[in-house]
Each structure stands twice: as structure tokens, then as C-alpha cells.
């Protein structure tokens, strides 16, 4: 058995191609399933049948980096479960998942959300932002966040209503839709929506300002 690729980023969801030897193969009647065995956390997987010799799978996600043994497990009704064979894969912190630590921490912190000035100021964004934010979300909604965790920081009750970024307003100003959404669900997230920056502008004056005709819709629904 040969995994491409042999490893994925914490929260998963990428898809994985499992490549049969052939000694590997059974009938067309036969079910392959993969069971990702951590140190502490178990997965079972289902695959899809691509061709005679490989199979497809979507990663899931995990709860820490490290190595993890692969068992591919093959059923047949009637039949007890059978070990096909095994092999190892990885699961790993990428940038997407630092990303969304970094704004996790950095809710209510004015300095770190004023570098979304510095990213103005560099232009937009380059590459492909629909695969950045999915990935950023996904990420953020992997996190282990605390229960008191929210959108405008630990200090949100003390606020006075004096113009500040927010969480919002970094995901508005760099056009990512699926983080905005997902940041609506969190604690403070609709109490973001009424929060001026210094410039004046709430998240959704930001959306429109920009152009952000699906983002400001979201934000004013």
C-alpha cells in the first residue's frame, strides 16, 4: 500500500490516494476501510474505488502532530474484517493551522490585528485566497479554543465603544468569506458587526468598500 500524499495538516480534509500492491487486491465485492491509529485518538475512513488498484479517502482531522500507523481493513458480508496491510502517515502543524492559532491569541490585540495595515500597504493578497480561506477555516474550527474565548478579546465587556480592529474586520479586509462566517458563529461575533475602526468603518462598510458584494451581504443579512 502506498499513501499520496503520507501526510496532512492537523484539521484533515484533504484528500488522500491509497495505491494497492498486488497482493493487496480483493474482489469487487469487498469494502476497504482505513483506521488511523494514534497515541491517543483513533479514525476509521472510508474509501472510494477509483480503479482495480486505488482507492480514495478524505484525511481526518487529529489532535496532535506525530506519526500515526495506517491499517487498511477490507470487509465482506459474512465475513470477520480482515487486515489488508499497513504503513505510516503524518500529521503536521502548516502555516494555515499557525495562522489560525495566531488569531486565536490575537483577539482584542490591537498591535497584532494593526498588521492587516501592513498587508494593505503590500497589496492584495497573491495566489490562490478561496483555498486560503477554506484552509484557515478549517483550521480555526479545529482549534481547542477556551470557553471564555471570544471574538473581541477577553476585555469585549470593558469596551467603550472607541474605534478598534477586530477579528472581523482582519478576515473582511483580506476577503475571506468562510472565516467571516465562521467568526459569526463565535461569541462576539455579531457584537463585531457594530465595532468602528479608526477609519470609521464596521466589518460590512469594509466588505463594501472593498467589493465584497458576497461578504457584505453575510454582514448585513
Not at 66 to 79: D, F, M, N, Q, Y
Not at 87 to 108: H, M, P, V
Not at 154 to 162: E, I, N, R, V
Request: charged share 20%.
Amino acid at each position: 500500500m502506498k499513501l499520496n500524499p503520507q501526510q496532512a495538516p492537523l484539521y484533515g480534509d484533504c484528500v488522500v490516494t491509497v495505491v494497492l500492491a498486488e497482493e493487496d487486491k480483493l474482489d469487487d465485492d469487498v469494502v476497504f476501510y482505513l483506521v488511523f491509529l494514534g497515541s491517543s485518538l483513533h479514525h476509521c475512513s472510508s474509501t472510494r474505488k477509483v480503479s482495480a488498484d486505488t482507492l480514495e479517502t478524505v484525511a481526518p482531522g487529529h489532535n496532535c502532530c506525530e506519526t500515526v500507523k495506517v491499517l487498511l481493513c477490507a470487509s465482506r458480508e459474512g465475513h470477520p474484517v480482515l487486515v489488508v496491510t499497513e504503513g505510516d502517515f503524518q500529521f503536521i502543524q502548516d502555516e494555515a493551522y499557525d495562522a489560525a492559532q495566531f488569531l486565536a491569541t490575537s483577539a482584542g490585540n490591537q498591535q497584532a490585528l494593526n498588521f492587516t495595515r501592513f498587508l494593505d500597504r503590500s497589496g492584495p493578497l497573491t495566489g490562490d485566497v478561496d483555498s486560503l480561506d477554506r484552509k484557515v477555516a478549517l483550521a480555526f474550527r479545529h482549534l481547542k479554543l477556551p470557553a471564555e474565548w471570544n471574538v473581541l478579546g477577553p476585555d469585549q465587556t470593558l469596551h467603550d465603544g472607541a474605534p478598534r480592529e477586530t477579528l472581523m474586520h482582519f478576515a473582511v479586509r483580506l476577503g475571506l468569506l468562510r472565516l467571516t462566517w465562521l467568526l459569526l458563529q463565535k461569541p462576539g461575533g455579531r457584537g463585531a458587526l457594530s465595532v468602528h475602526n479608526r477609519e470609521g468603518a464596521t466589518p460590512g462598510s469594509l466588505a463594501l468598500e472593498r467589493g465584497y458584494h458576497q461578504l457584505h451581504q453575510l454582514l448585513t443579512q
